[in-house]
């Protein structure tokens, strides 16, 4: 790392001798009376982001002119930035920020944010194959609070929700693949700048647009209505306005899916185990796995995105700008969620296989025996009323022109985000008993065939009975920040090479807080009501929808599957579910889903910005200091600040503790941009760049859930996962170098090549520590509950090193009049190196992969877009195709005994998207687009041999959403 850091400076010196060699060469031709090198020595600043908002009050219309002026802002820039601009947005098939600019070279956009599987609506965005926590998403370059709708199990990402911000809010976006010591620190991979509309930047005084339509979704059949509407005043001065913007949008959601929740080990001297001949390969292991609980996973929710925004701008003086600005965003995500699975996890170890086949060290079939009185089927289903997410931000700024060469800007505001589980209606049943079943694996083209003998199409209260009620509650995720920056420019007169100096300071307080959770669990006072032939259960209230799977591919699978309405569980779950929270023993409370975290952040840089004849840059250095504090909950006190005992949880009868881990970081940071115009047109760009960038780690990652499965007996090892509050910033090393051809008016020919070089990137390894063991404090030979604490190998993220360094290609060509085309290609190696190894429960090594000896998270080797389109006086019309390879997504618990966390992967998945527009006259036009033409089915695999289990690739789940069909009416007064 100390290599890298000689070589950024040394980088950094070389630029500027470059800068200092050129302006002699601009000084010589401005004294032979060059007018050309007069005529281009830009006068505006050179910020990237100045440019984009300068270029943004371009009154422009249609395709062509809204892309020319996304490239002129490129053009412009001294970073290398890529840009989508407003009516290039409204005309891109695209219902959200993230599938806008999923379209630009070097963009990736996920479906969601994590283990919940992938749905059909892009959610993240990252940049050049990097996770999506390594992009910091800013609004108007400030910091946006984000939640998930989904945030059982704790922790979290610092990467923003696109479900939030439909397209409708943007004017332009704008995303920072180099840095500036300008640009808000957060971003390793660089920054996304989303740039509303300003009330003063519209042409005429009164303006009002509106969008009224539906949305089809073919899986659910269903249409919802969207409605999008947009008001703005302004005075004939021009120096008061006030804008103001709503949205209400619903749609149906629907995913079909099959899972196998992870892969298991047969027991050496199980049933199966001598059945089939296997011995044991070592920790009681025969080396073979199988699938645990292949199901078939109906997921239905209805989503509604409602809010908005106001700005009011106002000029008292000539040289004073004051704009208050807020946006609020909240999505209602209620879901229902079933799973029908066959139960190998829990019985073919000890069941009787009537066929079988084994290929390489995994069971790819088995036929299981049945026998009288065992379940072979369990079924979750699992409903979560009042599901939500939301983000909101108000900021107040002051734009003071001190004098002819000084400005001054000042901001002080707060954003939040929330993420909300308030209750999960469950029941989770027993079922098949005395059936046979079997499964089939057929690699990962194609889902698994399996059965499961009995009745599926309707509840038998003879073969199915109460296995468990789970489900936590009262789950609230906050996140919110608040601060004040200043910053200042200098404009310099004169011929010489400085053109501006930028500083500025900021201070801000960002917290991050899970204060609540409740585990629910049955009420066993009512357990002699809830095995088989009980009369407590309610008739079949539903069906999986007949076309169930259809689109999967998949052979033989159970159809026409019975459940009970939401309505029906939460009549269960009220009657016979335990979710008491008092202050005593009996208390649900969980204490492993409850952390905080709070950082204070100070920044201050200062930035100069050179221009010549024929080159323009920057250079200049950011220093950031973070205290942090984060609060983690353990039946154990681990740091030296702690709070408790709190004796209010059944789950901890002795009590736990919040542990607390204070840490401070400072950390310089240099930026370095350089351009040249390689002819006299300036048509011919060479980039180069170079910078240190400051990621903060994940909040998932330092704080968060924490499973521990105790050792039974005294001085042996237990296990677990959690999180690693020890987890220091990821600090990247980042060269860019990108040459420009804009070889005619909307035409563009590109190429860039970058490397980052990542030090304290993370990766899951293996950490010691100690806990109480609450198996053996509370066992029936302990009767005197004396505390006996166990040591455990806990799974969590550690620091690593990381690389990636790859390719962009992009060509944007118009052709013709009404024709256009663009395509672009990224490719992205990225590797992770260091790190611990893991390890089995009792201290022994689970394989010879070490933590961060994988690809880094998020990183798709091949990326591409291919997009066309036609446009002419009435009608509009684009077609794009996006492709991203395999990438590894993270970490998934393991429901099989004794097993480490598996990493999965994504495999490569393509979009088809297609957008229409028809223009009736100046004031109605008419707007079709439909996403996820092709259908495309989701597919995530294990990959065994990076969690010590041999095998290469092994099939995880299937899920398919189907197609989205958007209709509105546009009005423009």
């Known amino acids: 790392m100390n290599y890298r850091k000689t070589l950024l400076a040394a980088s950094i010196i070389t630029g500027l001798c470059i800068s200092g060699a050129v302006f002699a060469q601009d000084n010589s031709q401005a004294a032979t009376g060059s007018d050309q090198a007069k005529q281009d020595q830009p006068k505006a600043k050179t910020k990237a982001k100045t440019n984009a908002t300068t270029l943004n009050t371009v009154i422009v219309t249609g395709i062509r002119n809204s892309e020319q002026l996304s490239l002129d802002t490129k053009q412009a820039a001294d970073s290398h930035v890529e840009v989508v601009s407003a009516v290039d947005i409204g005309k891109l098939p695209a219902k959200n920020v993230a599938d806008t600019i999923g379209q630009l070279p070097g963009v990736n956009i996920a479906d969601a944010a994590g283990a919940e599987g992938g749905f059909d609506e892009a959610d993240r965005a990252s940049i050049r194959g990097s996770a999506p926590s390594l992009a910091l998403t800013t609004v108007n370059g400030h910091a946006l609070a984000s939640g998930d709708w989904f945030v059982v199990g704790g922790g979290g990402t610092r990467s923003v929700s696109y479900s939030m911000l439909p397209s409708e809010i943007v004017s332009q976006v704008v995303v920072h693949k180099t840095s500036e010591a300008s640009l808000l620190e957060g971003g390793a991979a660089g920054s996304i700048d989303i740039i509303t509309r300003k009330p003063l930047e519209f042409g005429k005084p009164f303006s009002a647009e509106a969008s009224v339509g539906g949305a089809y979704a073919d899986l659910p059949g269903t249409t919802k209505p969207q409605f999008n509407g947009l008001v703005n005043w302004k005075n004939d001065d021009n120096t008061f306005g006030v804008m103001l913007q709503g949205f209400y949008e619903e749609r149906s959601l629907q995913r079909d899916g099959q899972e196998m929740l992870g892969y298991s080990y047969i027991p050496a001297g199980s049933a199966v185990a001598q059945q089939l001949g296997l011995t044991d390969k070592g920790n009681g292991s025969t080396g073979v796995f199988y699938p645990n609980l292949p199901g078939a996973a109906l997921f239905t929710q209805e989503r509604k995105r409602k809010g908005g925004s106001i700005d009011v701008e106002w000029k008292p003086l000539d040289n004073l700008t004051l704009n208050l600005d807020g946006f609020y965003s909240k999505m209602d995500a209620t879901d229902y969620n079933r799973n029908y699975m066959l139960r190998t996890r829990d019985r073919l170890p000890g069941d009787t296989l009537t066929s079988y086949t084994i290929s390489g060290n995994v069971l790819t079939s088995a036929g299981i025996a049945a026998q009288p009185g065992v379940s072979q089927g369990i079924y979750d289903m699992i409903s979560r009323p009042g599901e939500s997410e939301s983000s909101s931000y108000l900021t107040l700024d002051a734009d003071w022109r001190a ?35 079997g499964y089939s694996l057929n690699g990962l083209g194609k889902p698994a065939n399996w059965t499961l003998g009995g009745t599926n199409n309707a509840f038998d209260p003879a073969t199915a009975g109460l296995d468990w009620i789970f489900g936590e509650q009262d789950v609230h995720v906050i996140d919110k920040a608040h601060w004040f920056q200043a910053d200042g420019e200098f404009d310099f007169d004169g011929d010489g090479p400085l053109s501006s100096l930028q500083f500025g300071a900021r201070y801000d307080k960002h917290t991050h807080d899970s204060p609540t959770d409740v585990a629910q669990g049955p009420n066993w006072a009512s357990a002699v009501q809830f095995g088989t032939g009980s009369t407590i259960y309610p008739a079949s209230g539903g069906n999986y929808p007949g076309s169930f799977a259809s689109d999967l591919g998949v052979g033989q699978m159970p159809s026409n599957i019975w459940y009970w309405t939401p309505a029906q569980l939460k009549a269960l779950n009220d009657a016979y ?26 920044a201050a840089y200062m930035q100069a910005n050179f221009t010549g004849s024929n080159w323009s840059g920057n250079v200049g250095v950011r220093y950031v200091s973070t205290n942090e504090n984060v609060g983690y909950t353990s039946p154990s006190i681990l740091e030296s600040s702690y709070s408790g005992p709190y004796l209010n949880s059944a789950f901890y009868p002795a009590g736990w503790y919040m542990n607390h881990y204070k840490a401070h970081y400072g950390k310089l940071l240099p930026s370095f941009n350089l351009k040249f ?22 909040y998932g990652q330092l704080a968060g859930f924490v499973s521990l499965t105790d050792p039974q007996t005294a001085g042996a090892l237990g296990s677990g996962s959690g999180p690693n509050p020890y987890l220091k910033p990821l600090i990247s090393t980042n060269f860019d170098a990108s040459l420009e051809w804009y070889f005619s008016k909307r035409g ?11 030090h304290d990137y993370y990766d899951y390894g293996a950490v010691t520590r100690t806990y109480l063991n609450n198996y053996l404090t509370y066992g029936v030979s302990n009767p005197s509950h004396t505390p006996v604490y166990s040591n455990y ?8 090193n990381g690389t990636l360094k790859g390719v962009e290609l992009n060509y944007v060509q118009p052709i013709g009049d009404h024709f256009g085309t663009q395509v672009n290609y990224t490719y992205s190696n990225g590797h992770s190196s260091g790190g611990t ?23 798709s080797k091949s990326t591409a877009n291919l997009s066309a389109f036609y446009e002419d006086s009435r009608w509009n019309a684009r077609i794009n195709y996006t492709y991203r390879s395999a990438f590894y997504d993270g970490m998934m618990s393991n429901s099989g005994a004794g097993m480490p966390l598996l990493p999965y992967w994504q495999a490569g998945t393509g979009y088809l998207s297609f957008s229409a527009g028809y223009t009736l006259n100046d004031h109605v036009s008419f707007s079709f687009d439909a996403m996820n033409l092709n259908n495309p089915t989701l597919r995530y695999y294990i990959k065994g041999s990076q969690a010590g ?14 197609r989205q069909y ?8």
């Open 403 to 437: 004098t002819s060469n000084l400005d001054f800007k000042f901001q002080g505001g707060v954003t939040r985000g929330t993420g909300n589980t308030p209750t999960q209606d469950v029941m989770e049943m027993d079922t098949g008993f005395g059936q046979a079943g």
């Open 677 to 698: 115009n390689l002819n006299e047109d300036g048509s011919l760009l060479a980039r180069f760049a170079a910078s240190q960038t400051l990621t903060r780690q994940d």
């Open 837 to 859: 190894y893991l390890y089995n429960a009792d201290g022994t090594l689970a394989n010879n992969v070490a933590a961060g000896s994988r690809p880094l998270f998020g990183t």
């Open 748 to 758: 563009l020919l590109s190429a860039s090549v970058y490397e980052m070089d990542m």
């Open 577 to 602: 579910a335990n979710r008491k929270v008092t202050g005593d023993t009996s208390s649900r409370l969980y204490p492993n889903g409850i952390y905080s975290m709070t950082e204070k952040n100070t």
């Open 966 to 973: 958007y209709l509105s009416v546009n009005f423009k007064f």
């Open 793 to 800: 190998l806990v799974s969590v993220p550690v620091n690593v």
């Open 949 to 962: 289990l041999g095998f290469s690739k092994a099939p995880e789940a299937f899920y398919t959403n189907g």
